[in-house]
């Protein structure tokens, strides 16, 4: 396996998220369930989503935890 150029480096500030940002936007952006790219998704490590595009806030962990409730219940 090929090790990538900058592996053992710190990132460069042009790969460094903006927290401030994406924590503003987690608390602001309501998702619009008629917008697919906004709804819960699930890849092969589990729930894919940001911030910044409207997919994973407070709202997708309330309606994964009410999934997750429903189904044990029934």
């Known amino acids: 396996m090929a090790r990538h ?3 053992g480096f710190p990132a460069t ?3 460094l998220i903006d927290v401030d940002k994406l924590l503003a936007t987690y608390d ?3 998702p619009d369930m008629s917008v697919a ?4 998704s699930f890849g092969t ?3 894919r989503g940001s911030p910044l595009q ?3 806030n407070e ?3 309330l309606a ?3 999934a997750i409730c429903d189904f044990r219940e029934s």
Request: net charge neutral; proline share 0%.
């Open 5 to 7: 150029e900058r592996a």
């Open 54 to 56: 409207g997919s994973f």
């Open 37 to 40: 790219a906004q709804r819960v």
């Open 64 to 66: 994964i935890t009410q």
């Open 59 to 61: 709202a997708h962990i």
């Open 45 to 47: 490590s589990g729930h």
């Open 13 to 15: 500030k042009d790969l």
């Open 28 to 30: 602001a952006v309501e």
